[in-house]
């Protein structure tokens, strides 16, 4: 069976960190690029970052939020510090193949089943 599994959210306090990870199974993910998204209740899914198959990244939380991966063990990682309340949401991660000129891929392939990152006192 191929799946993306998520794991490591939970309820953290403000100014806290999390570190999420993105697990494969039944294939490889170091022919794909790989994004982490988040949906917030009552708003649209939006990607927070995206990681190439050589490893460079785009941050959309620039400077609270680095993307990484680890082929050896299939797992890409989301390192989230100086969390705010406003990062509370589901994150997905998925994986996807890019097209001529993009680094980010327009459409995934795989996605996983998110999970719940809550930023609160």
């Known amino acids: 069976q191929l799946q993306l599994v998520e794991s490591g959210g939970g309820l953290v306090q403000p100014g806290g960190s999390l570190r999420l990870s993105c697990a494969a199974s039944g294939f490889t993910l170091d022919t794909y690029a790989i994004g982490w998204f988040r949906q917030a209740p009552g708003k649209e899914r939006e990607r927070v970052s995206c990681?190439?198959?050589?490893?460079a990244s785009i941050d959309s939380v620039k400077g609270r939020f680095t993307i990484s991966r680890d082929n050896a063990k299939n797992t890409v990682y989301l390192q989230m510090n100086s969390l705010k309340s406003e990062d509370t949401a589901v994150y997905y991660c998925?994986?996807?193949?890019?097209?001529?000129?993009?680094?980010?891929?327009?459409?995934?392939?795989?996605w996983g089943q998110g999970t719940q990152v809550t930023v609160s006192s």
């Open positions: 998925a994986a996807g193949r890019t097209r001529q000129f993009e680094f980010c891929p327009t459409t995934y392939d795989y």
């Open positions: 990681i190439s198959t050589s490893g």
